[in-house]
């Protein structure tokens, strides 16, 4: 059973790195097949067809992403370090990323994409606002935050970040954008201990905008 298992995520993560170079509309099953070294009977026995697998490959990201947030959350951590460690998670999966993939699974599989996208929101936003509560006990943050809108506002903003398409945002790298959306979050939840303290953070860790 393991070694099933074993081979059913090996072939969901190839598939994966395979459409990320190549894009998902351009590459066939038999492209898979031939890319991965495995006859259409063996990866048949784990999916049924591409928009399966696609389904597929949706639910792993999602794992991973799921598995990383709560990596940090376990660690010995205040709120704004782990804020400062989800923002590199965010830039690593964004990189990850290729935008004709993202594009493609929006428009020629909504289905599958929406579905992934409010797993994701619950997750995301569950998490910003577990982050919220820490932050204010931790006395980083201000008292007076609506942690739902907060979490639901900033949700939003790393979804345009990871769907830009406008031409005047694409003459800034998407690490400058994310960077200054990221300290125009820390700077509006935070009191004045917070902000000194992500200060002496973004100065150590050469956090520039």
Same mark, same amino acid.
């Given at each position: 059973m393991a070694e099933v298992e074993d081979k059913y995520?090996?072939?969901?993560?190839?598939?994966?790195?395979?459409?990320?170079?190549?894009?998902i509309r351009n590459v066939s099953m038999d492209d898979l097949c031939r890319e991965m070294g495995i006859s259409k009977k063996t990866l048949y026995k784990y999916v049924t067809n591409k928009v399966d697998l696609l389904g597929k490959?949706? /639910?792993?990201?999602? +794992? @991973?992403? %799921?598995?990383?947030? &709560?990596?940090? $959350?376990?660690?010995?951590?205040?709120?704004? /370090?782990?804020?400062? +460690? @989800?923002? %590199?998670?965010?830039? &690593?999966?964004? $990189?990850r990323i290729n935008p004709i993939v993202n594009f493609e699974f929006r428009k020629y599989y909504p289905e599958i994409y929406n579905k992934n996208l409010i797993k994701k929101k619950e997750l995301v936003i569950n998490s910003i606002i577990l982050n919220l509560e820490k932050g204010i006990n931790e006395g980083l943050y201000r008292q007076d935050l609506n942690?739902?809108?907060?979490?639901?506002?900033?949700?939003?903003?790393?979804?345009?970040?990871?769907?830009?398409?406008?031409?005047?945002?694409?003459?800034?790298?998407?690490?400058?954008?994310?960077?200054?959306m990221f300290e125009n979050h820390i700077r509006g939840i935070s009191n004045?201990?917070?902000i000194e303290y992500f200060e002496k953070q973004k100065a150590k860790l050469n956090f520039n905008i």
């Open positions: 995520h090996i072939i969901i993560e190839r598939a994966f790195s395979i459409f990320m170079q190549n894009g490959i949706s /639910d792993f990201i999602y +794992e @991973m992403i %799921k598995s990383r947030i &709560e990596g940090v $959350n376990c660690e010995n951590l205040n709120a704004i /370090d782990i804020l400062l +460690e @989800m923002s %590199k998670i965010s830039a &690593e999966n964004h $990189n942690k739902e809108i907060v979490a639901h506002l900033y949700f939003k903003k790393i979804e345009e970040f990871h769907t830009i398409e406008n031409e005047e945002m694409m003459n800034f790298s998407y690490s400058k954008i994310f960077a200054v004045q201990k917070g």
